[in-house]
């Protein structure tokens, strides 16, 4: 795994804030009847016109700035120029570069009124995301960042979705280590200062697996069940874990005091 310097980490931060105020400039067009691909477009205007460049346009061939995952789609869904309907959720993953370096995040959201079960789903997934974030600790193995996300899933009855997972991220968009949303705590490699991680719980409704669709990224629940997104791109500092892609950037010292081993 690569460990980035404190000035590199800035710049990180810098990507992060393009990055997040992308996804929040596209928030409020979130709406019954904005098609994913007006989305789309409002999120890259926002990343260029603030410096950035799309992360995921042209990554792998995939065509456009966001992936936009609707229902049972779990990740990777191409914004297209369906209307959303009332009571859909739809995931908007987005990422940025910015001087070199990438960000990353993730969150699902609700289209209207959506269902209590669907509201629950998103909130578990969110919650698992922060488990992961206070497990984000200097000394800490990668094992218990993925453990404490999968309690939380498995603890509200959802299903960790197991054929994608987080990682790490710096000039590369996908950097070692790889992160399953699943694993035993203890395990795996000792977090050290300067690791920067995407963390990022996919959940399903119950238990599945995950298809592709011919489009070769589409990637929906096979038995059809509603899934959730939430990503943070997080840095380990000694001062605790620096949700980079949050509007408050400084480290959780609250989370250090936790539960830091052997540091
Ligand atoms: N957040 C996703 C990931 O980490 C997005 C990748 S989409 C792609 O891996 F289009 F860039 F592949
Ligand atoms: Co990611």
Not at 34 to 58: H, M, Q, W, Y
Not at 88 to 101: A, C, L, Q
Request: overall charge negative; some cysteine.
């Amino acid at each position: 795994m690569i460990l980035k310097r404190p000035s590199e980490i800035d710049i990180m931060a810098e990507a992060a804030v393009i990055n997040r105020e992308a996804l929040e400039a596209v928030e409020p067009y979130i709406q019954v009847g904005v098609s994913t691909a007006e989305l789309n477009k409002i999120a890259e205007d926002a990343i260029i016109s603030r410096g950035g460049k799309p992360a995921f346009k042209g990554y792998r061939g995939f065509p456009a700035t966001l992936c936009t995952s609707v229902n049972e789609v779990v990740v990777h869904g191409i914004p297209n120029g369906q209307p959303l309907k009332e009571g859909d959720i739809v995931s908007i993953d987005i990422g940025t570069f910015y001087r070199g370096y990438a960000a990353d995040m993730a969150k699902t959201y609700a289209v209207g009124k959506i269902s209590d079960k669907a509201k629950r789903l998103l909130d578990v997934t969110e919650n698992s995301l922060y488990a992961g974030i206070e497990k984000a600790l200097v000394g800490n193995r990668l094992g218990d960042i993925s453990a404490a996300i999968q309690n939380v899933i498995e603890a509200a009855g959802f299903w960790v979705i197991r054929e994608f997972v987080g990682h790490g991220i710096g000039a590369e968009f996908h950097e070692s280590p790889e992160m399953p949303n699943y694993g035993k705590a203890g395990t795996g490699p000792v977090l050290r200062p300067g690791l920067v991680l995407a963390i990022e719980p996919m959940v399903a409704e119950s238990r599945t697996k995950v298809r592709i669709l011919k489009d070769e990224w589409t990637a929906p629940t096979a038995n059809k069940s509603l899934a959730a997104h939430f990503e943070h791109t997080v840095a380990i500092s000694k001062d605790g874990p620096r949700i980079l892609t949050a509007q408050d950037q400084t480290p959780r010292a609250e989370y250090a005091l936790g539960g830091v081993r052997g540091a």
